[in-house]
């Protein structure tokens, strides 16, 4: 039920980027308010709210023999989360910001432990705006992810700075002469970070300890824009 409602929200968020144009006589009509208006040099603000599926895998090893070499796969699961953006309009098709937020947290129970996973971010992203108000773009920054394993008695976390790639695309829809709704897909890489939890339990003294490698998240977002 989790996974049918995040496609339903996926197909919320995307529906109105593929709006398709009517035609009239020979010529196709677009029928959207054109947002290629800022000039040269302007800045702009983006407030965006986010749905993620997240997919990663995590390995553990520990002196218990049942868990030792034990993995588990994460697919699409969904997490909620936003971000702020300010940015600036270096040409009519041409812009740059810089982006943060927060990916979102994933909590787990699994092999007797408590997993969770938190992922905020920074990102510079670079825009190209097309004629028909749909986006392409890429981003560059760092991921700050943090793992919390809780395990009997004790628990533990850690936090890494990984590099952090996107790929996005986009649509963008002119609602007054400053403000512009703005939907996003982005496709993120990021790796994740060990963590160890040890300690005395009520039946001796083990250790439990998760590698997270490669991230991949798939975002949907929404968000309003508007221009200084």
């Known amino acids: 039920m989790k996974k049918i409602i995040s496609v339903a929200v996926c197909a919320l968020l995307i529906a109105p980027a593929?709006?398709?144009?009517?035609?009239t006589g020979n010529r196709y009509v677009v029928k959207s308010h054109a947002v290629r208006s800022a000039d040269a040099g302007?800045?702009?603000?983006t407030i965006r709210g986010e749905m993620s599926l997240l997919n990663w895998k995590n390995k553990y090893s520990s002196d218990v023999v049942d868990l030792d070499g034990k993995s588990e796969n994460f697919s699409f699961e969904s997490v909620f989360g936003g971000s702020l953006a300010i940015g600036n309009m270096a040409t009519a098709d041409w812009r740059g910001e810089l982006e943060a937020?927060?990916?979102g947290q994933f909590t787990d129970s699994g092999y007797g432990a408590d997993f969770q996973l938190?992922?905020?971010?920074?990102?510079?992203?670079?825009?190209?705006?097309?004629?028909n108000n749909v986006y392409v773009g890429g981003g560059l920054g760092v991921a700050l992810p943090k793992a919390e394993l809780a395990?009997?008695?004790f628990?533990?976390?850690d936090r890494i700075v990984s590099p952090k790639f996107d790929l996005m695309v986009g649509y963008s829809h002119k609602l007054a002469d400053r403000v512009s709704l703005d939907f996003r897909y982005r496709l993120s890489l990021m790796f994740?970070?060990?963590?160890?939890?040890?300690?005395?339990?009520?039946?001796?003294?083990?250790?439990?300890?998760?590698?997270?490698?490669?991230?991949?998240s798939n975002s949907f977002s929404v968000g309003l824009r508007y221009e200084f």
């Not at 302007?42 to 603000?45: A, C, N, R």
């Not at 920074?122 to 004629?131: G, K, P």
């Open 101 to 103: 937020g927060i990916i």
């Open 18 to 23: 593929f709006a398709a144009p009517q035609r």
């Open 192 to 216: 994740g970070p060990d963590v160890k939890a040890s300690g005395i339990s009520d039946t001796g003294e083990y250790w439990l300890k998760t590698n997270i490698n490669s991230i991949f």
């Open 42 to 45: 302007s800045w702009y603000g």
């Open 118 to 131: 938190t992922i905020p971010y920074l990102s510079v992203n670079v825009i190209y705006d097309f004629e």
């Open 151 to 153: 395990w009997h008695t």
């Open 155 to 157: 628990d533990s976390d």
